[in-house]
């Protein structure tokens, strides 16, 4: 049985949307009278790709099984696909190829206690794992300081670990929390949108976006434009409740845990010397010195999801879905 996603409207919408974005004069193609479409035509575009106009008309339908990895080199080069892009068209290509046999769910991957060490012996950064649908998996315990209010929520509960995609989109305390919320909402979808290219099968990140389509007209015009990314690094400013506010740096790194999922490491530090680092010292203090009675803490053998891996804090308003394996306060 042929367990391939149909993903040929993603294909599709994709590479309308990416020919769109680039003019005549960009490609170095001449220009005559009025053009009816904005950007290239489909025939230019074969023409740059060195395709015949049938075939990439066949392609941007969305029919893209068997096609070689020259040739969506060639598409993507004539459609200046950056990196990030250039990954996620070939995701496309490789779940669209004729599955052997049926797709394995995909299981929960717990956080192995020399990453908890790791992170533990972060105290001057914020320092936190993710999994590729944004759900916070682990923390040190200035990162669950500093992202408070994504783990005191309504979005976060003892159903469902805390997520950057339902915390930023269905949350109205995030256009505070985050400085500049228009560029953090657009990063999640196309992030949440490279995700979905590479796991088209995760059945949770369907849920979830559906979930955030349903329930947010902002996910649905940012998951519209087709953005797409995978790597990204820069800054972000914070209004944080206790500590101000906070421009902080921040730089992911691969954590690779699962080969059936992709998890990142993320580092948020403050330049030296500035105010910034000096309200992020504060905050590590306030993390390491409870000021409420700790959530019981759950065994191992009770924890039944990775909700039990996002501990280590003594920051106030700690939830018990985060309470679990705590770990020692970060000194």
């Known amino acids: 049985m042929d367990q391939r996603p149909d993903n040929r409207a993603d294909i599709r919408d994709f590479l309308a949307d990416r020919r769109a974005r680039i003019t005549p004069e960009q490609a170095g193609l001449p220009t005559s009278g009025r053009r009816r479409v904005p ?3 489909r025939e230019e575009v074969a023409v740059l790709a060195g395709v015949s106009t049938e075939w990439y008309t066949r392609l941007e339908k969305g029919h893209i099984n068997g096609v070689s990895e020259d040739v969506l080199d060639a598409v993507a080069r004539a ?12 995701d ?6 004729p599955a052997g046999r049926t797709p394995r769910r995909r299981k929960a991957v717990d956080v192995p206690p ?3 060490w790791l992170l533990d012996s972060i105290t001057l950064s914020a320092a936190f794992v993710t999994n590729g649908r944004l759900d916070i998996v682990a923390t040190n315990a200035l990162a669950r300081a500093l992202f408070s209010p994504v783990f005191d929520s309504p979005t976060a509960d003892e159903r469902r670990l805390p997520n950057f995609a339902r915390y930023y989109f269905l949350d109205p305390g995030s256009h505070h929390f985050v400085a500049d919320w228009d560029q953090a909402v657009a990063l999640t979808a196309a992030l949440l949108r490279a995700e979905a290219g590479r796991y088209p099968h995760d059945k949770a990140l369907r849920e979830l976006i559906g979930e955030l389509s349903t329930l947010s007209t902002d996910f649905r015009t940012q998951w519209a434009v087709h953005d797409v990314r995978i790597h990204h690094s820069g800054v972000k400013t914070f209004h944080h409740p206790d ?3 906070l421009e902080l740096t921040y730089q992911p790194l691969d954590l690779p845990l699962s080969p059936h999922e992709a998890h990142s490491l993320t580092l948020y530090t403050a330049e030296p010397g500035t105010p910034a680092e000096d309200r992020l010292k504060l905050l590590a203090s306030l993390a390491a010195t409870p000021t409420h009675t700790p959530a019981p803490t759950a065994s191992p053998s009770t924890q039944s999801s990775p909700a039990t891996h996002t501990g280590h804090t003594g920051h106030t308003g700690h939830k018990a879905q985060t309470a679990a394996d705590p770990g020692p306060p970060v000194d």
């Open 114 to 116: 020399r990453v908890r």
């Open 92 to 97: 496309l290509a490789r779940a669209a190829q």
């Open 243 to 245: 500590a101000g506010p």
């Open 39 to 41: 950007g290239l035509r």
């Open 79 to 90: 459609l200046r696909l950056d990196e990030d892009e250039r990954i996620y068209l070939f």
